[in-house]
């Protein structure tokens, strides 16, 4: 079935480092890739997206690109501030079964100063 | 906009109870789902539905009831609360069926059964 994996939290950086939250997939069609993320006590967000392979998503100085040879999405951002502490969602979107979403995980991201 | 309305945000419920977690949006989007999010097993699709009138199972809908009989309404029902359903409920809706349309999230609801 479709699946979606993701590295395990939670990370913990610095104040502008690099990050790296990797993501891969498995799927029986041509699925559409997000980023969500959920702050605190609210509900998740679309991050961003990317509907084929090659195509990349970028948002808020995070991005990721469509890997289909490696079937993986993996979320960058060169350089984190405190207000990026979030838990991250990695999912895929097919058409059929209710089009619903596949979510990883997720993962934990705290930023300290 | 309100976006998608959740109520109420907190609740607490003993075994056999039952309830309904209430969802709206104001977007005019044909689908709508419901996901229970725990921890370490990300959301999992409870219920969803396409249009009013029109409603589906998703990975782990037993204990649970939906009905869709306005496109703005998709409520959940617990007929006979479970501890395994202690959760944090979202709802979601968006525009077509499209792959690739982004979902917008309600705030959740987070439930408690003793």
């Known amino acids: 079935g479709d699946s979606v994996t993701q590295m395990e939290g939670p990370v913990t950086l610095s104040e502008e480092a690099f990050l790296t939250i990797n993501c891969t997939y498995t799927?029986?069609?041509?699925?559409?890739l997000f980023w969500y993320v959920q702050y605190p006590g609210e509900g998740l967000q679309l991050l961003l997206k990317?509907?084929?392979?090659?195509d990349k998503g970028s948002n808020k100085g995070f991005e990721a690109t469509y890997r289909k040879e490696t079937t993986s999405f993996h979320l960058e951002k060169g350089s984190v501030q405190v207000s990026d502490s979030a838990v991250y969602f990695c999912?895929?979107?097919?058409?059929?079964?209710?089009?619903?979403?596949?979510f990883g995980t997720g993962t934990q991201l705290k930023v300290e100063l | 906009n309100a976006g998608v309305t959740q109520t109420p945000k907190f609740q607490v419920l003993k075994t056999g109870q039952s309830m309904t977690l209430q969802c709206a949006q104001d977007?005019?989007?044909?689908?709508m789902s419901w996901y229970r999010q725990d921890p370490g097993m990300g959301l999992r699709l409870i219920h969803y539905?396409?249009?009013?009138?029109?409603?589906d199972q998703g990975e782990v809908p037993n204990g649970y009831n939906v009905s869709r009989s306005t496109t703005e309404d998709f409520p959940l029902r617990l007929l006979s609360a479970a501890p395994s359903q202690t959760s944090v409920y979202f709802c979601?809706?968006?525009?077509?069926?499209?792959?690739?349309?982004?979902?917008?999230f309600g705030p959740g609801t987070r439930l408690t059964v003793l």
């Open positions: 999912a895929l979107g097919l058409t059929g079964g209710g089009n619903k979403l596949t």
């Open positions: 979601a809706s968006r525009t077509g069926l499209a792959k690739m349309n982004e979902q917008f």
């Open positions: 990317a509907t084929k392979a090659d």
């Open positions: 539905s396409v249009g009013a009138g029109i409603t």
């Open positions: 799927a029986t069609g041509y699925p559409s």
């Open positions: 977007m005019n989007h044909e689908y």
